[in-house]
């Protein structure tokens, strides 16, 4: 009985541990933008097959050794992917906020954007689906019972760690206390000297390069690329940001394991289909009992 | 005389028109089952314009709707007046199919409007992103809850709906399906102009501007959004219903998140808030649809596309908040849109 | 307006008994009491962040009290929605201007009158004769009230595009739509120029002669409100530091410690 809570809680942790940093980018870019970037899950899509050509590209064109490629992969997906992020910002969403146009059409662009992406994807890399190189060898542990592998264990620490970077970033730097600043009064910063457009840049890099790296980690997990595979887990990974409460990084963090916490859950319990049923409808409970989220501030209208 | 009832007039002959050209086949079936696809899509975009836009609330979860509609008529009518190997033999004589199925579908609009409680309620304390995260958590729970029904069909789908469409033309020999389409469009059009036009109705824009201000200036914004939540969602199911006996199958795929992208797309193009926008965007979008069929997957990489440069240089829709009649004055004559 | 000086006889308007109210640990509203008989025109004033709004908002249902009674026309508000409170005759009036700013002027004081709309969604979809006649009277009253407040010229505007004090008006036009028997002003002069404020005066005084109905205000000029109330609360917060009419305020030591400061500090 303790050993399956313990295993369940391992898989959770790793589970959420996607949600988690897919949901960290949904936040970032609402709290700073009040925008649902819904292409999200998409980037991480992208993040994820850009890893798959970089680590291709290093392990039989260069072949060097696997632990290198891994070195070499992890940092260079990351930077090309917030590219991927920041050009969408600076050619879709840009020109458009600059025009004043409601925010929801910013979201639908987003939407578009999202579609382009898979669809894109689709057409230029066909339909078969692609494996993912092996870079390391995991190895299996078996601690009492508990089975897990590295992999499994580095993807939560990882996890963990860069949500205490960018939590640093985000309460102790300059950028992030202008980011934090614009989430606050996005009229008055300007006013104060500060370089909205290129904090948004730094937000989309931020972002997106947690796509990215949510990218290589679920494809080292599950080693099985297809063009689709961003939309379900992006969508969801949202809905843990907004349960966490949308704009706060804690939130968005204990959402995304919140969320991988009750999926493992249902399927350890039910049959898998009932996976999204069950894990949608307590979302929908604990939104109705805290409607701004976990982390979230009920927003008081003043008059 | 002629000027009030002209748009009546228009109306009829274009579906006399309609019904003639289907019965004497003039048209391909597949340019009739595009027009019919327009009809549909017309209900979706008219009644989520009327949350989105006119109640200024951002549901994505319209499919959902559509979905519970859809699935409600189809099994309403294939157990009643087809043999089928769960509900076994029909209930009611196949004769009275015809007479039976607007019922059908307005059955399938009152089911979906009861499952948009599941969004109303909610509504009166959770605004703008929440809400958006509860419509799509209930888009998904109902697709899913769909697919975990196995004896009908779960996520095999569901059909028998050919089966009723051809009773009702045993009954009387017409293109019965286009001229349901024809009606239930107008229908839907008609109930939302009356409504957002009436002093009742109006409490809904209230809302989107102030909700504050609606609310001490005595709107009971509570009734408000339950009514205005479960006509949008009601509608939406009439246009699932509509949708299913055009295709004679549902499955609860069809009815997903990228269906209600879909919806939501028509929406945002034609401009929030504007009635004709919706019903335009949802004839252009229709047409183009079908257009960039032989571009297969590429489709999906034009058609965003498109929409984000219609979007750049229209980032209020093609209509605005405005309707024909604001455009094109001498249109008052005839009809006023609001 | 005292209890003492009521006659038994005359239902008051508005009755408050021991009203707080609470936010955390600040109290914004302490042991707040006041009757207004019918057709007085009061005043309630205060330094800023006093209480002076959270009362209004207090009365108008938008907060439920900490603790205390409203009482509007005899009717006790507990429990109740801001829009059923408007319907037991109270209309407001908001210290930043909250119009309808994408609705016609007419729209704006038609859908004032939503409350009192003797039909529902389906006499409005069937478009029953009740529906009608009552669309038909609204639209009177609406063209007629505008008439009134010679606003008729911009029935078809929006407004978002009047000019500051026209939109202050229009919305006192608004609040009266509903035919309240309570109108509370919040700040009804906050922004306008002396010309306007002048304007202002005397449409108040108007409207209080013409229309039946007793109005409450807040405001910071001193001279509105020595010209135009009859008697004056002045709190400081959250607490009614002194009341009486106008002259007995403008020399009241504790009004003038709460705005001017104490001499003694």
């Known amino acids: 009985m303790l050993v399956a809570i313990f295993q369940n809680i391992i898989n959770a942790l790793q589970w959420g541990s996607f949600y988690a940093l897919i949901a960290l980018g949904y936040t970032l870019v609402y709290g700073v933008l009040t925008l649902i970037n819904f292409a999200h899950g998409d980037i991480f899509m992208v993040g994820a097959y850009i890893a798959f050509f ?127 600043a614009i989430s606050y009064d996005k009229f008055a910063v300007p006013l104060m000297g500060v370089p909205i457009d290129n904090i948004i840049v730094v937000t989309f890099v931020l972002g997106s390069g947690m796509a990215g790296l949510a990218g290589i980690l679920f494809a080292m997990s599950y080693p099985i690329l297809d063009p689709y595979m961003g939309a379900l887990i992006g969508w969801k990974a949202f809905i843990a940001a907004v349960v966490g409460g949308i704009g706060d990084i804690r939130g968005a963090f204990l959402g995304g394991f919140l969320l991988g916490a009750v999926e493992i859950m249902v399927v350890a319990f039910f049959p898998s289909t009932f996976r999204d049923l069950i894990a949608f409808t307590v979302l929908l409970v604990i939104l109705a009992f805290r409607p701004t989220g976990l982390f979230g501030v009920a927003k008081t209208t003043k008059i | 005389m002629f000027r009030r009832y002209s748009i009546q007039l228009i109306l009829v002959v274009g579906g006399g028109l309609l019904t003639y050209v289907a019965y004497e086949e003039l048209l391909n079936l597949y340019t009739l089952s595009v027009l019919m696809f327009m009809g549909v899509n017309i209900i979706l975009s008219t009644s989520l314009n009327l949350v989105n836009g006119n109640m200024g609330e951002f549901s994505c979860g319209h499919a959902g709707f559509m979905c519970v509609g859809a699935y409600v008529s189809s099994i309403l009518g294939v157990w009643l007046f087809t043999k089928d190997k769960v509900f076994g033999a029909p209930i009611l004589d196949p004769e009275w199919a015809l007479y039976a199925f607007p019922f059908i579908i307005l059955a399938g609009g009152v089911a979906a409007a009861l499952a948009g409680l599941l969004v109303a309620i909610p509504s009166y304390k959770t605004r703008g992103d929440y809400l958006a995260i509860i ?5 998904y729970i109902v697709i899913s809850a769909i697919e975990n ?108 998140i990228l269906k209600s992208t879909e919806v939501l797309v028509m929406v945002y193009l034609g401009g929030m808030a504007s009635l004709s926008g919706a019903v335009l965007s949802a004839v252009i979008f229709t047409i183009m649809l079908e257009a960039l069929r032989p571009l297969q997957i590429i489709k999906w990489v034009v058609i965003p596309l498109l929409l984000i440069i219609v979007m750049q240089f229209r980032p209020e829709g093609i209509m605005g908040n405005k309707e024909l009649s604001d455009i094109f004055p001498w249109m008052k004559r005839f009809y006023r849109f609001k | ?68 009674e409203i009482l509007i026309n005899g009717v006790n508000t507990a429990g109740l929605k801001p829009h059923q409170v408007t319907g037991l005759g109270v209309a407001r009036t908001f210290q930043n201007i909250r119009l309808w700013n994408d609705m016609s002027v007419l729209d704006n004081i038609r859908v004032a009158q939503h409350g009192k709309l003797p039909y529902g969604f389906f006499h ?40 500051y004090g026209t939109q202050r008006k229009l919305e006192i036009a608004r609040a009266l739509s509903s035919k309240p028997s309570l109108l509370l002003l919040d700040e009804p002069a906050a922004g306008l120029n002396s010309a306007d404020v002048k304007e202002l005066i005397r449409l108040i005084r108007w409207i209080h002669e013409q229309f039946d109905v007793t109005i409450w205000m807040i405001e910071h000029h001193m001279d509105v409100m020595m010209e135009l109330c009859t008697y004056i609360k002045v709190i400081d917060f959250g607490e009614t530091i002194a009341e009486g009419v106008p002259v007995e305020i403008r020399n009241h030591p504790a009004v003038i410690t709460a705005y001017l400061g104490d001499d003694n500090i």
């Open chain 1, 54 to 180: 970089v680590a291709t590209f290093f392990l039989t064109t260069v072949g060097v050794p696997g632990w290198v490629a891994l070195a070499l992969t992890i940092p260079l997906t990351m930077i090309l992917t917030s590219m991927v992020g920041v050009a969408l910002e600076r050619v879709a969403y840009r020109p458009l906020r600059r025009k004043g146009a409601n925010r929801l059409y910013v979201v639908i662009t987003a939407l578009m954007c999202g579609l382009i992406l898979q669809n894109a994807n689709l057409a230029l890399l066909g339909a078969s689906r692609k494996a993912f190189p092996s870079m390391i060898t995991e190895h299996v542990y078996n601690v009492g019972g508990v089975i897990f592998t590295d992999l499994k264990i580095a993807v939560i620490v990882t996890t963990i760690l860069s949500f205490f970077a960018l939590q640093k970033i985000v309460t102790k730097t300059k950028v992030g206390m202008a980011m934090r």
């Open chain 2, 135 to 139: 419509t799509i958590a209930a888009n």
């Open chain 2, 149 to 256: 029904i196995g004896s009908i069909g779960g996520s095999r789908g569901f059909m028998g709906m050919k089966k009723v469409v051809n009773a009702m033309g045993d009954v009387v020999d017409l293109p019965w399906m286009p001229i349901w389409v024809f009606i239930f469009t107008i229908f839907c059009v008609w109930i939302i102009r009356r409504y957002v036009s009436s002093t009742f109705g109006k409490g809904v824009n209230a809302i989107c501007q102030d909700e504050v201000a609606a609310e001490i200036m005595s709107v009971n914004t509570n009734k408000i959004k339950t009514v205005t939540f479960m006509l949008s969602s009601g509608l939406a199911g009439i246009g699932g219903g509509l949708f299913a006996y055009i295709i004679g199958y549902v499955n609860p795929g069809s009815f997903n």
């Open chain 3, 1 to 68: 307006m005292n209890n003492s000086n009521l006659k038994p006889d005359v239902q008051p308007v508005l009755e408050i008994r021991n009203l707080i109210q609470q936010f955390g640990g600040l109290k914004a509203v302490s042991d707040f009491n006041v009757c207004l008989e019918p057709g007085g025109l009061i005043g309630l004033i205060g330094p800023n962040g006093a209480g002076k709004t959270t009362v209004f908002n207090l009365v108008s249902g938008f907060y439920q009290p900490t603790s205390g």
């Open chain 3, 124 to 163: 409005a979809i069937a478009r029953s004769g009740r529906y009608q006649s009552c669309e038909r009277q609204i639209e009177e009253d609406a063209r007629e009230l505008l008439e009134i407040f010679v606003l008729q010229d911009f029935a078809d505007e929006f407004p978002k595009n009047l000019p």
